[in-house]
Nanobody
Framework: QVRLVESGGGLVQAGGSLKLSCVAS????????MGWFRQAPGKEREFVAA????????YYADSVKGRFTISRDNAKNTVYLQMNSLRPEDTADYYC????????????????WGQGTQVTVSS
């Protein structure tokens, strides 16, 4: 079966950095758009970043643009999210997502979800 397994979350001070990883199995990784969403307590899940399967074009939510970088390594079936200059408002559960169409258009285009990894940013 398809699995997306995130890692790299944790507790970090404001201004610090974390790098999340998501390893996919059970799918043809290079044929899927990959992305990251996040959900803070009491809030709806929101789009964070996405990357295409062909040209490796990237897309970012305005709230993270210039601070976060998404990348993928198709040989390792892995997508990454480098998070710099973290702020307390970045605190959330972060979810890896895979879709046959661009996941940047919304979670209705997501076919598979990871289990999530928690990121907590302290002041």
């Amino acid at each position: 079966q398809v699995r997306l397994v995130e890692s790299g979350g944790g507790l970090v001070q404001a201004g610090g950095s974390l790098k999340l990883s998501c390893v996919a199995s059970g799918l043809t990784f290079s044929s899927y758009y990959m992305g990251w969403f996040r959900q803070a307590p009491g809030k709806e899940r929101e789009f964070v970043a996405a990357i295409t399967w062909s040209e490796y074009w990237t897309y970012y939510a305005d709230s993270v643009k210039g601070r976060f970088t998404i990348s993928r390594d198709n040989a390792k079936n892995t997508v990454y999210l480098q998070m710099n200059s973290l702020r307390p408002e970045d605190t959330a559960d972060y979810y890896c997502a895979a879709g046959r169409r661009t996941v940047a258009a919304g979670d209705r285009f997501v076919d598979y979800w990871g289990q999530g990894t928690q990121v907590t940013v302290s002041s």
